[in-house]
C-alpha cells in the first residue's frame, strides 16, 4: 500500500492534528471512538508538539504498525509570511517589468493618513532580473527568450545565491513555454515557482505576488513537513488547504502560498459538515483561539475569495473568505497613552502564556479576565491537563485595574467587554457589510474560548440560535478529518458573456477536470470518487473586481445569478454587458472520516460543582459535557466544561443537548 493510497483503503485510525499560536489540538478517530487532546504549541519546531500529542495518545505503536493516517493543519507558512521571515527569493520578470511587485495597485491602505508609513518592497531591486520570453495578450510572441537570455539568467541566480526564484512573464497562463524554460535553467539546488503552476489567470501582479509568496515561503514549508514525516516514518500525512480540502504533503511542500489559513479552514470544513447533519445550512462562524478569532459565514458551502489578504500581502488563491482578528484568549489586556484600557491584538502566545498558565506570564489576558470573573471555572484542566493558577491571573488584573482607578472584577469585565466589541465587529464585516440579517444564520462557535463569549455575541447581533459543536474546543482539528481531498483548477477566458456558449464553458471545464482528476489519480485517490464543481467570476464590463457565482448550465440564467447577488451584495444592478473572467473548477474527493459516532447517556447530567461567578447572586452550577443526554436542557446563568473548553450559559439563555452532542442555545425559558 503507498501512501497516497490509504484513502482508498483507510487505516485503522485517522488523526486530525491543527498546530495553532498557543496551542496544538489533536482528533483521533478509530471506528466507533473518538479521542481528544491539546498540548502547548513549540513555535520554534511546531513538529515537536505533534509529536508529543500521538506519544500521550498512545498511538506510537499505532504509528509503526502502519495502522494511522495523519491530516494536518500548519501555521509554518502563516507565521513565516506575517513575521516577514522567508527566504531569500529572486523575482524574474520581463524587461521593463522589474518594479511590478513594488508598485502593485498603487492603492493607500490608509486613505486619509497625511503621512503615510512607507512600504518596503517585497523584494529587494538587486534581487529583481528581467528577461525576454515577452507574450502579447492573444499569446502571439512579442519578444523571444533567446539562449543567451537563458545563460545569463542562470549566472545572474547563481551570483545572487538565493533558496528560491519566483517566475512571472505577462500572459504565461496563455502559454508558459517560456516559463518552463527559465525553470529549467535553474540550478538544480533552488527551489522554483512558475505563475503559470501557481496561479494561471490573467492580472500580473497578482500573479506574481502568488507566484513570489510560494517561493518566498516553499523552502520553509518544504523542510518542515520533510522533517515532520521523517519523524512520522511511513505515516500517510495529508496537509489542510486554505481553500477547505487536504492534499498530498509531498504536493503541498511545493504549494506553499495555498497553505496560508490552513488551520482556520479545518474550523470551517466541519462546520460544514456540521451544517449538513443537523440542517442548517446557514452558519455564521466564530472560531476563537489563543491568539485570534476567525469569523465566517456558510451559505450552503464555503465561500471562497480570490482577493484575500496575509499581513500586507495580497494572495490572489483561492482561500476560504474569513475575517480574522487579533483577540483571542491570549490577547493581552492594557491602558493605552490616553489611558484607555485596550485588547490585543498582541498576544500572549504559548510562552509564557496567560498569567494563568503558571509559565512566567505577568500581563492580564482575556483567558485571565474570565478566570476572575469564574466564567472560566478554577477547577478547570485546559486540554486536560494544564492547571490554573487562579492567584496569578487576579494579580495580574489587579495590575491593571489598579492603572485605571477599577475593582478587579469591573476590570475583568471590561476586558471581556472590549473583546466582544471587537469580535461584533468582526461578524458583521462577514454578514451586515455584505448585505445579510445576522438573525437569519445560526451563529456557530467554536476554539478553545469560544464557548464563554457567545452568548454575549449573539445578543448584541441580534441572534437567537446559537450551536456550540461537539468536541468543539479542538473543532479544526476536528475538521481536517472531515475536509475532503481537494484540488482547485482555473483557466481565464476574460470575454464577454454573449460571446460565449454553453458548448464551450463545458470544454474548457472538461479539459480543467482531467488535469485535475490525473493529479489527484497520481496520489492514490479513486477516480470514481472524485466530484467536480464549476464556478464563473463576472463583473460588469469595465468592473476591476468580479463575483464568483455557481455555472447554471446557462448563459443567461448566469446573467440573471449575477445581476441578483449585485444587487444583494451592493444594493444595486447596472443595465451593462457582462464579462466572463475566470473558470474555476473544484475537483473533492470523500474525506477521511465520513460520519462521527454518536453517544447519549440515559439519565439526565447532574451539576458536578456549584461556582461563583461575578453577576450572579447565587452560585452557577457546572456540569460535564458529556454527562448531558440528548434533549436535557440547562437553563443559564450556568458552566457546561468538557476536557477541551468550556461554555457560559448567560442569565436569559437555556442550553439543549442533541443527540449529537452538541449543544444548542437559545434565549428565554426552556419551558
Known amino acids: 500500500m503507498t501512501r497516497a493510497q490509504t484513502y482508498s483503503s483507510p487505516p485503522t485510525i485517522f488523526l486530525g492534528v491543527d498546530t495553532g499560536g498557543t496551542f496544538t489540538d489533536f482528533v483521533a478517530v478509530e471506528g466507533d471512538k473518538v479521542r481528544l487532546h491539546k498540548c502547548l504549541s513549540t513555535p520554534a519546531q511546531p513538529e515537536q508538539a505533534i509529536l508529543q500529542g500521538i506519544a500521550a495518545l498512545g498511538l506510537d505503536q499505532v504509528a509503526q504498525a502502519g495502522r494511522l493516517v495523519v491530516v494536518h493543519g500548519s501555521t509554518v507558512a502563516t507565521n513565516a509570511a506575517l513575521e516577514g521571515k522567508g527566504v531569500r527569493t529572486v523575482f524574474i520578470s520581463n524587461r ?15 486613505l486619509y493618513q497625511l503621512r503615510p508609513a512607507l512600504k518596503h518592497p517585497p523584494v529587494p531591486r538587486d534581487l529583481c532580473l528581467q528577461t525576454g520570453g515577452r507574450l502579447a495578450a492573444d499569446g502571439s510572441e512579442v519578444e523571444p527568450l533567446t539562449q543567451a537570455d537563458l545563460q545569463t539568467l542562470r549566472r545572474e541566480v547563481e551570483a545572487l545565491q538565493p533558496e528560491a526564484v519566483a517566475i512571472n512573464l505577462l500572459f504565461s497562463f496563455i502559454d508558459d513555454r517560456f516559463e518552463r524554460a527559465i525553470a529549467e535553467a535553474m540550478p538544480e539546488s533552488v527551489f522554483v515557482s512558475r505563475s503559470s503552476a501557481v496561479l494561471p489567470e490573467y492580472k500580473e501582479y497578482e500573479r506574481g505576488m502568488a507566484t513570489w509568496l510560494n517561493a518566498w515561503l516553499g523552502p520553509l514549508v518544504a523542510s518542515y513537513l520533510q522533517r515532520l514525516q521523517h519523524a512520522l516514518a511511513d505515516v500517510p500525512l495529508a496537509v489542510m488547504q486554505s481553500s477547505g480540502g487536504t492534499i498530498d504533503a509531498a504536493g503541498a511542500g511545493q504549494r506553499a502560498v495555498n497553505l496560508l489559513l490552513s488551520g482556520p479552514a479545518g474550523g470551517l470544513a466541519a462546520a460544514r459538515q456540521l451544517g449538513q447533519w443537523v440542517e442548517r445550512p446557514r452558519l455564521m462562524t466564530f472560531d476563537m483561539g489563543g491568539t485570534s478569532s476567525d469569523v465566517a459565514l456558510i451559505d450552503g458551502d464555503i465561500a471562497l475569495t480570490s482577493e484575500g489578504k496575509i499581513g500586507p500581502y495580497p494572495v490572489a488563491v483561492p482561500m476560504v473568505d474569513m475575517h480574522t482578528i487579533g483577540a483571542g484568549g491570549g490577547s493581552l489586556a492594557y491602558v493605552d497613552s490616553g489611558g484607555v484600557l485596550q485588547v490585543g491584538p498582541e498576544s500572549a502566545g504559548a510562552d509564557p502564556g496567560p498569567a494563568c498558565y503558571g509559565r512566567g506570564g505577568t500581563r492580564p489576558t482575556v483567558t485571565d479576565a474570565n478566570l476572575v470573573l469564574g466564567r472560566l471555572p478554577v477547577s478547570s484542566r485546559l486540554g486536560g491537563e494544564l492547571a490554573l493558577d487562579a492567584k496569578a491571573a487576579h494579580c495580574a488584573v489587579a495590575e491593571l485595574a489598579a492603572e485605571i482607578g477599577m475593582s478587579v472584577e469591573a476590570a475583568a469585565e471590561g476586558i471581556v467587554a472590549i473583546a466582544n466589541e471587537h469580535m461584533v465587529r468582526a461578524l458583521r464585516v462577514i454578514s451586515v457589510q455584505r448585505g445579510f440579517d445576522p438573525a437569519d444564520f445560526s451563529l456557530c462557535c467554536f476554539g478553545g474560548a469560544g464557548g464563554l463569549h457567545v452568548c454575549d455575541l449573539a ?24 475536509a475532503p481531498r481537494e484540488r482547485q483548477l482555473s483557466r481565464t477566458l476574460n470575454r464577454p458573456l454573449n460571446t460565449l456558449d454553453h458548448a464551450e464553458i463545458q470544454r474548457h471545464a472538461a479539459e480543467l477536470e482531467r488535469e485535475g482528476r490525473l493529479a489527484m489519480c497520481a496520489e492514490g485517490v479513486a477516480g470514481e470518487a472524485i466530484d467536480a ?32 447577488t449585485h444587487q444583494q451584495r451592493y444594493g444595486h444592478r447596472l443595465d451593462l454587458p457582462l464579462q466572463l473572467i475566470t473558470l474555476r473548477l473544484a475537483l473533492r474527493a470523500p474525506s477521511a472520516v465520513q460520519e462521527l459516532p454518536t453517544s447519549s447517556g440515559d439519565r439526565p447530567g447532574e451539576p458536578v460543582e456549584w461556582c461563583q461567578v461575578v453577576g450572579s447572586t447565587n452560585e452557577v452550577p457546572r456540569y460535564h459535557r458529556h454527562t448531558l443526554v440528548a434533549g436535557q436542557r440547562v437553563t443559564g446563568p450556568a458552566l457546561i466544561s468538557e476536557a477541551v473548553a468550556t461554555s457560559w450559559v448567560a442569565l436569559g439563555w437555556y442550553a439543549e443537548a442533541d443527540p449529537r452532542g452538541n449543544l444548542w442555545m437559545r434565549p428565554g425559558d426552556p419551558g
Request: aromatic fraction near 8%.
Open 96 to 110: 521593463g517589468f522589474a518594479d511590478m511587485l513594488t508598485l502593485g495597485r498603487q492603492t493607500r491602505d490608509q
Open 459 to 482: 445578543e448584541a447581533l441580534g441572534c437567537s440560535d446559537i450551536l456550540v459543536p461537539n468536541h468543539g474546543g479542538v473543532f479544526s482539528a476536528l475538521g481536517m478529518l472531515l
Open 533 to 564: 464543481t464549476l464556478t464563473v467570476d463576472v463583473c460588469y464590463q469595465g468592473q476591476s473586481f468580479p463575483l464568483n457565482l455557481p455555472w447554471q448550465n446557462d448563459i443567461a440564467a448566469l446573467a440573471e445569478a449575477f445581476h441578483r
